[in-house]
């Protein structure tokens, strides 16, 4: 096994890229001394498959020199994607990992991914000790894919549907809504999102919101009251409530913890 703690890979760069509808204009070029990781948070991109396949949110595509990265998304999507990339002081940058590989845990990886984002750009950590976190829990991830292989392509209603609570999240929305995007009826949306997705279109609804509002108060000083109408709350008390439903502490207690 080629492990990455046999390289002297060095991390030089953690962001996000967000693409035009259709996908980016061209991809980018990943050096034969470089390793990019993308993991797709929002959104559909085809991958590299000889016949290509349409991977949505939790992908991961790993890309070792000289390669390049994903770039092309359906006509009506787009994606969204946290970027990772480190630089070797060889250039026979080699893993036994995949193209490919899905990470499960939606919840963990948009929690995992502020993390990092925060840690690389605002912490003051030591970027060696941040890559090696990176490294390691992909690592993690990569093996649970690989104990419970299953099929990553995405079902094209269940594309649109996703794509549709993306953009209007901050709306009223109801679930006749986000079938009729799809084409599709509610109880074929409910069931598109049980069986790829493992729960309900308001449950994506609602994590979409909270993670956008998360993101807001970590990174912003906007009131609570306007984080809370700009995700789709009007009544600040019922987005107090669900914000900590879900992150298990309210929302001014969350924002000191990431502006200390």
Known sequence: MKSWRNLPLRLTQVGTYTSQM????????????????????????????????????????????????????????????????????????????????????????????????????????????????????????????????????????????????NKHYAQSLSLEDVADAAGISVSHLHMLFRDHLGESPHQYLIQKRMRIAGHALATGDLPIKVVSAEVGYPNAENFCRAFRKFFGRSASEYRQAYTR
């Open 22 to 165: 259709g996908g980016s204009r061209k991809p980018a070029l990943v050096e034969r001394n470089q390793m990019l990781v993308e993991i797709i948070l929002e959104g559909t991109v085809y991958g590299f498959e000889e016949v290509p396949v349409l991977h949505g949110e939790g992908s991961v595509f790993c890309h070792v020199g000289p390669r390049v990265s994903v770039s092309i998304s359906p006509p009506e999507s787009y994606y969204n994607c946290l970027v990772v990339r480190f630089e070797c002081e060889r250039a026979d940058v080699a893993l036994d990992w995949p193209r490919t590989f899905p990470w499960k845990d939606r919840k963990a990886l948009h929690v995992f991914s502020e993390e990092m984002l925060r840690a690389f750009h605002y912490s003051g950590l030591d970027r060696e000790v941040i890559g090696s976190l990176i490294l390691a829990r992909l690592d993690f991830e990569l093996e649970g894919s690989r104990s419970q292989a299953r099929n990553q392509a995405i079902h094209p209603q269940l594309s649109l549907a996703t794509d549709f609570i």
